[in-house]
């Protein structure tokens, strides 16, 4: 029997073991797609505590605390960090079989070189243990990061943020990278339409100007997508339960727009040009510039309304939304493509049904200016983890090039999730690993080991455009 998240965890024969060992461990991290705060990076700051570097907005570890019973008072709520923490620890050894059990105890070793089990009898040592550590300068925000060898990472960023904590980052002397990413979510969200408002207000006061018609909107938005370029900038991100890709003329955006301001309600069809309108807008920007634009695509969010009023977005009642993907996904990319101005994009599916529609669909926008332009994209959220990556995986190699592969990303909230590439290079090591030894892939350990670091760091390297 294998004792438990050894050195060789998820690597099931040597070959395995040798592309891990040999080829990926040590190579750097690219984390091109993640939501740590650029705030806590600037001020390099200490957490008080492990539940509050583990914990707070740790939405995963809030729905298993719910699903084995515990109260919102321990989670969200106002019992102490001992508290919550002692209802987590209560909870992780039910979550067996789930991601968050391997992630656990990843964590608490990589970062703590703790390699007791947690459970409420060692929850009060390793708490203690672990908070003592965190008090030390080795464990501030940026030792954390530095620690797991991360070479860059970009964070998302609204465009309104002002980014003077990305302006801190670089002005220091920490050798990581951090850029931001443009995520304008809000720009577009015609749904709610008094946030719209003053989301428009707000970037009229940002940019000392008045923002009469679409036009002007359009104008002062693209200042901000020019500020972000001008901090660094070269990915755009953007989370839609499906690529709107309605057709519109001008004329309609313009009236619509006049609607908006005048908090005239829309018609569904007219929220759904708009979006179609702007979505196209940014893509054509992030052409102009050669950046790199993501799509993460399929959730279905804030399902609890009770829970919504209570507690906000991102707590943990989000889900796998079932929308239909293929349509417009493809009528978007075709009209970028047919002037010629469809730049690097990568795809992130939420629901595991769509992987071979994206693993295809990208395929059809591939047309050897970079190689991997269109990218079918890590596993995300739900699926990241060992069944939701392997059969990522297995799909781009399927139907696909998974040596193009640019790799995995954290998408994480917390300072602690760097092993998650860990655990993505050892479940890609297996697959290669099980193939060479199945005799289904030559026994060329040096090839294969290349292909390896090139999917761990060097495609992503090469890809994006990191200064
Ligand atoms: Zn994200």
């Not at 007791?116 to 390793?126: N, R, V």
């Not at 970009?154 to 951090?178: S, Y």
């Not at 301001?261 to 702007?278: D, G, T, Y």
Request: glycine share 6%; charged share 25%.
């Amino acid at each position: 029997m294998k004792s438990f998240l050894d050195q060789n965890f998820l690597l099931k024969n040597k070959t395995a073991e040798r592309l891990y060992h040999d080829y990926a461990k040590d190579m750097p991290i690219i984390d091109y797609h993640c939501h740590l705060d650029p705030e806590q990076m600037a001020g390099n700051v200490n957490f008080k505590n492990l539940t509050e570097i583990w914990l707070k907005g740790d939405h995963y570890k809030w729905r298993a605390m719910r699903a084995n019973g515990i109260n919102e008072e321990f989670i969200t709520g106002g019992k102490s960090d001992w508290e919550k923490f002692e209802q987590w620890a209560l909870t992780v050894p039910y979550t067996l079989r789930n991601p968050l059990y391997h992630w656990t105890h990843l964590e608490l070793q990589r970062y703590f070189d703790t390699h007791e089990l947690l459970s409420p009898k060692t929850a009060e040592s390793i708490y203690n243990n672990c908070t003592q550590k965190l008090q030390k300068p080795e464990y501030s925000v940026q030792s954390l990061i530095t620690k797991m060898n991360v070479e860059v990472i970009c964070t998302t960023d609204d465009p309104l943020d002002g980014l003077e904590h990305h302006q801190r980052i670089k002005g220091g002397n920490w050798p990581v990278k951090v850029f931001p990413a443009f995520r304008p979510d809000k720009a577009m969200n015609a749904d709610d339409l008094k946030a719209l408002n003053e989301y428009i207000d707000k970037l009229e006061a940002i940019e000392n100007t008045s923002i009469a018609s679409y036009e002007d909107y359009l104008i002062t938005l693209k200042k901000r997508h020019d500020y972000f370029a001008e901090n660094g900038c070269t990915v755009s991100d953007h989370g839609l339960e499906q690529l709107y890709a309605e057709n519109f003329t001008g004329q309609e955006i313009s009236a619509i727009f006049n609607k908006i301001r005048l908090q005239k309600e829309l018609e569904p069809i007219e929220v759904l040009k708009f979006r179609s309108a702007m979505v196209y807008e940014f893509a054509l920007w992030d052409h102009e510039k050669g950046w790199v634009q993501q799509y993460h695509i399929g959730a279905l969010r804030n399902n609890n309304s009770r829970a919504y009023r209570e507690t906000g977005p991102d707590t943990g009642y989000d889900s796998i939304g079932d929308f239909s993907q293929a349509m417009a996904l493809s009528k978007f990319l075709n009209k970028l493509d047919s002037t010629n101005q469809l730049t690097k994009t990568i795809i992130y599916n939420l629901n595991p049904a769509d992987n071979e529609i994206i693993a295809t669909m990208a395929g059809n926008f591939n047309d050897g200016s970079v190689a991997g332009k269109i990218q079918f994209g890590s596993a995300w959220w739900f699926l990241d983890q060992k069944n939701g990556m392997t059969r990522q995986l297995n799909a781009l190699s399927s139907m696909g090039l998974l040596s193009k592969l640019v790799g995995m990303l954290t998408d994480s909230r917390s300072f602690l999730s760097y092993p998650r590439h860990e655990y993505f290079r050892r479940l890609l090591c297996n697959l290669f690993g099980e193939d060479i030894e199945n005799g289904e892939l030559p026994n060329d350990i040096e090839w294969t080991g290349k292909i390896v670091q090139d999917i761990c760091y060097y495609n992503a390297k090469n890809y994006f455009d990191f200064k």
